[in-house]
T-cell receptor, first 114, second 115 residues
Framework: NAGVTQTPKFQVLKTGQSMTLQCAQD?????MSWYRQDPGMGLRLIHY???????DQGEVPNGYNVSRSTTEDFPLRLLSAAPSQTSVYFC?????????????FGSGTQLSVL | QQQVKQSPQSLIVQKGGIPIINCAYE??????FPWYQQFPGKGPALLIA?????SEKKEGRFTISFNKSAKQFSLHIMDSQPGDSATYFC??????????????FGRGTQLTVWP
C-alpha cells in the first residue's frame, strides 16, 4: 500500500514563480488536507476537502489554491511564491467518518522560496 | 492565537526515564485529543488519542492523562528508549459540525532519549 504520496520531496523556487505540490492517496479516503510545518509553529491547516468537488479554507489559506476533481488527488497550488511560503508541506487523508480520528500523512515536500 | 499550547519545546532524558509532555486548551468544544509522533524526514503518525469521557488511556509504554476541569492533557512515555527520540505533537479537534476534520496542533516537543 502506497498510502499518501507527495511529490516532489524538495523544491526551490524564486519569488513570483508558481508551482503545484502533488498529493495522491490510494485508500479511497473522502477527507484530504494540506498542512504546513514551520519550526516552532507546529502544523497549521491550509486547505481541506471533504470529497471530490468540495474544498474549504483552513487556518492559513492565503497564497494557496486547491481543487479536488477526483477522490485520489488533492493538489496544492502556489500562484506567486513568496519567501514566507518557505516551509515543509504535508498532505493528509482520512475516512470522512474518522476525519478527526486518524490522519494519514505523506512524507512531506520541503519548499524553499528565494 | 494558538488553540493548543504545548510544553516543553524540547526534552532530554536518559534511557529508562519517563518524559512528560503537557498540553493545554481553551476551547471547551474540543472533544478529541490525539498525539502524533514524527521522525526526521517523515510525516507525523498517530500515536495515541483520548476523548474527554476518560481520565487516562494507556497503549503500551504510552499513557495520556486528561484533566477536563483544568483543560489539560499530557503524554507520559514509560521506560523511554533511544528509538522514542522524535518530535511529539498534541492536537485537539471538535468531532461535530462544520469543523469536522480540523485538527489544531501544538507547537511540538523535540524529545531526545540518551542511551
Amino acid at each position: 500500500n502506497a498510502g499518501v504520496t507527495q511529490t516532489p520531496k524538495f523544491q526551490v523556487l524564486k519569488t513570483g514563480q508558481s508551482m503545484t505540490l502533488q498529493c495522491a492517496q490510494d485508500m479511497n479516503h473522502e477527507y484530504m488536507s494540506w498542512y504546513r510545518q514551520d519550526p516552532g509553529m507546529g502544523l497549521r491547516l491550509i486547505h481541506y476537502s471533504v470529497g471530490a468537488g468540495i474544498t474549504d479554507q483552513g487556518e492559513v489559506p492565503n497564497g494557496y489554491n486547491v481543487s479536488r476533481s477526483t477522490t485520489e488527488d488533492f493538489p496544492l497550488r502556489l500562484l506567486s511564491a513568496a519567501p514566507s511560503q518557505t516551509s515543509v508541506y504535508f498532505c493528509a487523508s482520512s475516512r470522512w467518518d474518522r476525519a478527526n480520528e486518524k490522519l494519514f500523512f505523506g512524507s512531506g515536500t520541503q519548499l524553499s522560496v528565494l | 492565537q494558538q488553540q493548543v499550547k504545548q510544553s516543553p519545546q524540547s526534552l532530554i532524558v536518559q534511557k529508562g526515564g519517563i518524559p512528560i509532555i503537557n498540553c493545554a486548551y481553551e476551547n471547551t468544544a474540543f472533544d478529541y485529543f490525539p498525539w502524533y509522533q514524527q521522525f526526521p524526514g517523515k510525516g507525523p503518525a498517530l500515536l495515541i488519542a483520548i476523548r474527554p469521557d476518560v481520565s487516562e488511556k494507556k497503549e503500551g509504554r504510552f499513557t495520556i492523562s486528561f484533566n477536563k476541569s483544568a483543560k489539560q492533557f499530557s503524554l507520559h512515555i514509560m521506560d523511554s528508549q533511544p528509538g522514542d527520540s522524535a518530535t511529539y505533537f498534541c492536537a485537539a479537534s471538535r468531532g461535530r459540525g462544520s469543523t469536522l476534520g480540523r485538527l489544531y496542533f501544538g507547537r511540538g516537543t523535540q524529545l531526545t532519549v540518551w542511551p
